[in-house]
């Protein structure tokens, strides 16, 4: 440990000694909060190969020789290897990868309201994440991932993780664990930069990272509330006794909701458990259980969302359309063994559980998915060719153990007119598996110059039968696809990095999307609903980036620019709407070529400071260009679901003593509401504004949260529909109204 202690104390020297010499930096503690790119990835290299810290096994990692002679010339700042923390190794993973990344630190996000996954991700550049309705059901799509998905859908396009280990699958990700308490930080890696995680979707990998009881406090109590009967409680604690340590955060809440139609609760569990057996091995158990009862209000016209936001779609209220979570659980395990100072091997094992009950049409249909996962990375470092380099193999494999889909007779209309309410006259299997395994090395070509590889081969498999009535004609198909990727860093200065990478994403089409679509039964009580499966192909996308990212005098900042030729990309349309007597479908299937590309940047930094007051700035702005390539029926057409251009920022005064204020804004350009780009939604822009103070002993903290301040009406989120011929049809989610929010927490 001595020698594994003074790697990471020299490490940390060299960034502070070189921080404190920056003509433009005023005082100590704006050094204390740089952290330079170059210096985060040796740093990550000494602590968690040596294994002076476990919280390193969290992710991909990666280490760079950034001249280790020049290293030992300099004066050593005793500095433990203890006081790396959690989030800033995470930094260090995150700024050795050649492409878009961003770390979230859960203390910023907690200074405001802390409802869902929107609040977390704000501000974050190639990051569309919008709310609607108050439930856990956000849109998020990054780089045009999953771009027609509207509320309520399980997400596709991004593999989410809970530190480092999968909640995707082949069913897609369901939602309703992804609660926003309870958290250290959250990585994002957008697009092919996922790659470590064995992530091959086209929007990239996002990770949760949840506290242990080495970075938590014994006990903490959190309330919030506000607008709409919106109010949220938390309780926490986390400890470290000897091996031992542990975290465990309960939350509940509640919600009248904004729109009719759109009252809500949840509560939950956030835990683990973590042994240290010595400093080559050691364990941590994790647990979420949540549950979650919201009302949908279905979609809107553009004209009802300007007459009236806060209305519901009539049919879903008259039906009283709702959908249930009513209780998933996701047990896992990782378990970290080191070799020595070059080598470790992370194991990891999930069991996912998530069963949900839909009541939102004249059916009423059941899902159960059980999930088993399993992972290994392996990591070594040594030299080839007479230079540093890294080499990481890995493993994911995730599969259904069981999967199925019961509908019932909810409204007897149509159809099943006649039939008793509750009778069950369909049921389909499903069947899948996502086996990646990927390996990639990174090679110190100069002191300056860094060259990563990697190759990954996909094998997945989908299956699925109608059961009841009995068809006979089960589909199943196995796939075999192989996905590059070659990347570069240069460190052009001490504080600057350019990066690029080309490479390859493979997304076979989630389990149950292959009964969203047509051929449909045309007679008895199933009559509309899908009878086989349909043989979707997996989308692919060759990508290209070039970026830059670092800090100069006006802060941190980002910019990606990245362009995809995608083929088969799998994109969905809602071909009938609710009734009173008919279910609403929804159809999916491969489309013909697709662009995707965008910039994507970013920029926080101090735009004044004097006597422990400061004035910053943050900022995400995102331009997505998503259109078909010469496509015989559209044309060169815009895709719809997404903003041309989005943009967030916040200015905030800060003062020593704990007290800040901020001012920010939201904006996004109009969407197109279907393929034939025949209507879009309104252009809009939202301000808001927070007060809070943070008592300097870290015992308690407030929040004061104004949304939407001048009331107003906009379209957050749409549906696509196919080609509505310029017709104002139900497609539009609308964004919440002027909200006040305000929280409350306290840590002994």
Not at 69 to 77: F, T, Y
Not at 311 to 319: D, G, S
Not at 371 to 397: E, I, M, N, P, R
Not at 588 to 597: D, K, L, M, P
Request: with cysteine.
């Amino acid at each position: 440990m001595i020698e594994d202690e003074r790697d990471v104390m020299e490490l940390l020297a060299v960034k502070e000694n070189r921080q404190a010499g920056r003509a433009h930096r005023n005082d100590e503690d704006a050094c204390q909060r740089s952290v330079r790119p170059q210096w985060r990835a040796s740093a990550l290299g000494a602590a968690l190969l040596a294994g002076a810290s476990s919280a390193a096994a969290a992710g991909p990692s990666t280490i760079a020789d950034t001249g280790a002679a020049s290293v030992r010339q300099l004066d050593a700042v005793k500095v433990s290897a203890s006081g790396v923390s959690a989030r800033e190794l995470a930094q260090a993973q995150l700024d050795a990868v050649p492409g878009g990344t961003a770390l979230i630190d859960s203390q910023r996000v907690e200074q405001g309201r802390a409802a869902t996954s929107e609040d977390v991700l704000a501000y974050q550049p190639g990051v569309y994440a919008q709310a609607a309705g108050g439930g856990d059901g956000i849109k998020i799509s990054i780089r045009g991932s999953a771009i027609n998905r509207g509320t309520n859908y399980f997400r596709s396009g991004v593999l989410m993780l809970f530190d480092g280990l999968p909640v995707s699958g082949p069913g897609g990700t369901p939602y309703e664990l992804f609660e926003p308490l309870g958290l250290s930080h959250t990585e994002v890696l957008r697009g092919a930069n996922g790659f470590d995680f064995g992530s091959l979707a086209l929007g990239g990998a996002i990770n949760y990272a949840t506290r242990t009881g080495r970075d938590a406090v014994p006990f903490e109590l959190r309330v919030e509330g506000g607008s709409y009967g919106y109010r949220k409680a938390q309780i926490a604690t986390g400890r470290v006794l000897g091996a031992w340590d542990y975290y465990a955060s309960l939350t509940d809440s509640q919600r009248d909701g904004y729109q009719a139609q759109t009252a809500g609760s949840s509560r939950g569990v956030v835990s683990n458990l973590g042994y240290r057996f010595n400093d080559k091995v050691d364990t941590r158990f994790y647990l979420r259980w949540r549950e979650t009862d919201n009302q949908t209000p279905g979609n809107l016209t553009r004209a009802q969302l300007q007459a009236d936001p806060r209305q519901a779609n009539p049919v879903n209220r008259i039906q009283d359309a709702s959908r249930i979570q009513p209780g998933s659980t996701w047990f896992a395990n990782k378990t970290t063994v080191r070799f020595g100072e070059a080598s470790q091997l992370v194991l990891g094992a999930v069991y996912h559980d998530y069963p949900i009950d839909v009541r939102a049409g004249v059916n009423r249909a059941t899902w159960g998915f059980r999930d088993l996962s399993l992972s290994a990375q392996y990591q070594h470092t040594g030299t080839l060719f007479g230079q540093h380099s890294l080499t990481q193999v890995g493993w994911l494999s995730t599969r259904h153990l069981d999967a199925w889909q019961n509908t019932y007779v909810r409204i007897p209309s149509g159809p099943t007119a006649g039939l008793p309410i509750g009778q069950l006259f369909r049921r389909a299997t499903y069947g899948g598996a996502d086996n990646v395994l990927h390996a990639s090395n990174e090679l110190v070509l100069t002191p300056a110059l860094r060259l990563i590889t990697g190759l990954s081969a996909i094998y997945t498999t989908r299956r699925t039968e109608v059961v009841l009535p009995y068809v006979g004609q089960p589909y199943r198909r196995d796939r075999l696809a192989f996905a590059p990727r070659v990347g570069l860093i240069w460190d052009a200065a001490p504080d600057v990095q350019v990066y690029a990478n080309a490479s390859r994403s493979v997304e076979p089409p989630n389990s149950w999307a292959i009964l969203s679509t047509p051929p449909a039964f045309t007679s008895g009580p199933a009559t509309g609903l899908s009878m086989r499966g349909l043989d979707l192909k997996n989308q692919t996308a060759n990508s290209v980036e070039l970026g830059t990212r670092g800090q100069g005098r006006w802060g941190e900042w980002s910019v990606s620019v990245y362009r995809a030729a995608v083929r088969d990309e799998l994109l969905s349309v809602e071909v009938q709407a609710a009734t009173a007597s008919s279910e609403a479908l929804t159809a999916e299937s491969n489309a013909s070529a697709t662009t995707h590309q965008g910039v994507e940047a970013s920029l926080a930094g101090t735009l004044w400071e004097s006597n422990g007051q400061r004035l910053a700035l943050r900022q995400a702005y995102t331009f997505s260009d998503f259109h078909y390539d010469h496509d015989a029926l559209f044309g060169s057409n815009r895709l719809p679901g997404i903003a041309r251009h989005f943009y967030q920022g916040e200015l905030r005064y800060e003062h020593d003593s704990g007290f800040h204020a901020g001012f920010n804004v939201q904006a996004g350009t109009p969407i197109p509401v279907d393929y034939a780009d025949s209507l879009r939604s309104k252009g809009y822009a939202i301000l808001g504004a927070t007060l809070g103070f943070d008592a300097p002993s870290q015992r308690w903290s407030a929040y004061l949260d104004l949304r939407n301040l001048a009331d107003k009406r906009y379209t957050a989120i749409v549906t696509p529909g196919y080609d509505d011929r310029g017709a104002d049809l139900a497609r539009s989610v609308p964004g919440e109204g002027f909200g006040i929010y305000a929280g409350l927490s306290w840590r002994l």
